[in-house]
């Protein structure tokens, strides 16, 4: 991988390089570790442990429209008849009727109505309210929602604008400039990663000072790298200039265009946006953090969330009781190597007490997947002891009933040791992760 790549890779992704990633990510889930989290396998961050911000698209038009950023004209509505009397309101040429759901792929998405897409164009404002009343209601099935889909509640009827030319824009927090970065190319409307892979040379970047933001000069020549001419360069300049105000406003990690749209019409427009806060900011952006649609998350994820743990569940029969991602996705690994099947993907953090232990035993024994659990902890920060104690009243208390194989490693291990030992319940202890993995997977095959 050349250093372009390399540079661009880093600003873009986080790899956790792990065999449960692709079952976190068909979920729309980003997964923080309660120590880092590894940028590209080069660098880490420190971070808190949080569930990201999630928004619908219409909500983050509003925040961009609140901006003075140029995007399409949009109502939503959450029953056909709205959706009708919306087309009308709007008396465009041609309308975009999308389904309001956080997962992706809506476009070649399938309702349980029957209706096929979740993305239609008509110039018929009655076929709005037509389509509407298939949509909305009825579950959207697509590649990254579950099986059975998500029911949509709310659809955004918008403008419907021709693009004669697509380029991609972002602003991003980046460590090798310590702070903001413009990052733009002429390549738009399509995955950047593949612009950067094939043609790097098309990816420009502009460090934003953050005492003097992004000064004209630096906007002026982010659009005509992007291939903005004549009164269009100024006027993409002005966007990008509305974006970096957003970006401060809201305490956004990264603000991402894609496309920013040229039209027939000489208009340079936001046709789609991505926008990622900053959690810690909550305290100061509650008006933002408000909007936040948790409807499409799984109740178990959220439970888990209530208490400071990070839960994402898994199609096997081994339940996966860790501290720390990293352990976390090694441990998920190791069962599989085994030939057995993680059921889920537990963190527990660093600062764990007694009550998160319990709770998370009875977040895992409500699945009725789970055969087997495994417990593995490593205590840096971690007091073993807590650990032990809160497994031995956990047990006792939900009356476990499947088989549990613990393996403690670290500070207090000794006293842990000493507690399960005397606890007089049937605990299998393993030396270390290995013999932990063979064990749970030869509980499930007895």
């Not at 002005?238 to 749209?261: C, I, S, W």
């Not at 599989?336 to 007694?354: M, R, S, T």
Request: charged share 25%; glycine share 8%.
């Amino acid at each position: 991988m050349n250093s372009s790549l390399r540079h661009f890779s880093l600003l873009f992704r986080v790899n956790m390089a792990a065999s449960m990633a692709s079952q976190a990510a068909a979920k729309g889930l980003r997964i923080g570790t309660s120590k880092h989290i590894l940028h590209d396998k080069l660098k880490c961050t420190w971070l808190n442990p949080r569930r990201w911000l999630n928004l619908q698209e219409y909500q983050s038009k509003k925040l961009m429209q609140e901006s003075g950023v140029a995007v399409q004209r949009f109502y939503v509505a959450d029953t056909a008849s709205e959706a009708l009397e919306a087309a009308k309101r709007l008396n465009a040429k041609e309308i975009v009727l999308k389904a309001q759901i956080l997962a992706g792929g809506r476009g070649k998405g399938v309702f349980d109505s029957g209706l096929k897409g979740g993305v239609h164009l008509t110039k018929d404002p009655a076929v709005v309210g037509e389509l509407a009343n298939k949509m909305l209601g009825f579950n959207l099935i697509t590649k990254q929602t579950p099986k059975d889909g998500v029911k949509v509640k709310m659809v955004m009827v918008a403008e419907a604008l021709d693009i004669t030319r697509e380029t991609y824009f972002a602003i991003l927090m980046d460590r090798a400039f310590n702070g903001p970065v413009m990052v733009g190319s002429p390549q738009g409307g399509m995955d950047i990663e593949e612009v950067a892979a094939k043609t790097p040379e098309l990816i420009f970047k502009e460090a934003i000072d953050i005492f003097e933001g992004v000064q004209d000069d630096q906007a002026l020549r982010m659009a005509a790298n992007l291939g903005f001419r004549g009164p269009l360069q100024r006027q993409a300049a002005h966007q990008m200039k509305r974006l970096y105000d957003l970006f401060l406003k809201v305490d956004a990690t990264q603000v991402e265009v894609n496309p920013l749209g040229e039209t027939p019409e000489g208009q340079v427009v936001c046709f789609d946006a991505k926008i990622n806060f900053d959690d810690n900011a909550e305290f100061r952006q509650k008006a933002v953090f408000a909007m936040n649609d948790m409807t499409e998350s799984d109740p178990t994820e959220l439970e888990a969330a209530k208490w400071d743990l990070k839960y994402i569940g898994m199609d096997g029969n081994i339940a996966c009781f860790v501290n720390g991602a990293g352990l976390a996705m090694a441990t998920c690994d190791i069962i599989d190597l085994y030939g057995g099947k993680p059921a889920n993907f537990l963190d527990l953090g660093g600062g764990v007490k007694e009550r998160q232990v319990y709770e998370a035993f009875k977040l895992l024994t409500a699945d009725p997947k789970v055969e087997a659990i495994l417990i593995n902890i490593f205590g840096g920060i971690v007091n073993c002891a807590i650990i032990a104690n809160g497994i031995t009243k956990a047990c006792r208390e939900l009356e476990l009933k499947v088989p549990l194989v613990v393996r403690l490693e670290g500070t207090n291990v000794h006293e842990a040791k000493r507690i399960l030992t005397e606890s007089g319940l049937p605990i299998t202890a393993a030396d270390d992760l290995d013999d932990a993995a063979k064990k749970a997977v030869a509980a499930i095959r007895k």
